[in-house]
């Protein structure tokens, strides 16, 4: 499987997927740490956090799936919602709060 | 280094900004950009026009952009 077809299968496979810097109880950047907080304060407990340090095909490829330059990357259902900026932004707006729980619903 | 002015330089070469805030230490970078291109575009595609106005400087040159992205009409309402 290329690069790029696992994380289309992880995107696919999984409601909630989050590309990190480290892991949610351990982050490694402030960005990734604000993400996952975020995916915490909307209550999503069941969610992929992959930390983009400990697979070095995915941190190579992940810009490229999506055509996103950076990490974080939060998906729900295969699509690309954005990063940490346009999380926070929109968890502000309560915009992310009914998006997820819709997507976990469904 | 790079510094906020040539962030700010490489946006508004690509993309016309009304206003444009850019702050930074040469790492970490935040951005407040103001631009008509951005009106009808939900959050996504208006990071999506900064980032392709930056280019593989994004992956080369800046470690980290923050960004808060605002069309005029959005920027007058707020």
């Not at chain 1, 810097?21 to 407990?45: D, E, H, N, Y």
């Not at chain 1, 697979?55 to 919602?81: C, R």
């Not at chain 2, 702050?23 to 980032?51: C, E, T, W």
Request: net charge negative.
């Amino acid at each position: 499987m290329t690069p790029l077809d696992r994380i289309r299968d992880q995107v696919t496979n999984n409601t909630v997927v989050l590309y990190m810097k480290g892991t949610p109880q351990f982050p490694q950047c402030g960005f990734s740490s604000r993400a996952a907080q975020v995916l915490q304060a909307c209550g999503v407990k069941d969610f992929l956090a992959v930390s983009v340090l400990a697979d070095p095909e995915i941190f190579e490829n992940l810009k490229y799936y999506a055509n996103w330059p950076t990490f974080p990357q939060l998906y729900v259902k295969g699509e690309l919602i954005g990063g940490s900026d346009i999380m926070i932004e929109m968890y502000q707006k309560g915009e992310i709060q009914k998006l997820l729980e819709e997507a976990q619903a469904a | 280094m790079v510094t906020p002015d040539d962030i700010k330089g490489w946006i508004t070469e690509k993309l016309p900004c009304d206003h444009i805030e850019l702050d930074g230490d040469g790492q970490h970078f935040q951005a407040v950009i103001v631009s008509p291109a951005f009106s009808g575009k939900n959050m996504i595609q208006q990071h999506r026009l900064v980032y392709d106005a930056l280019g593989t400087r994004m992956h080369a040159q800046i470690h980290a952009l923050s960004m808060k992205t605002y069309a005029p009409e959005e920027w007058a309402a707020r």
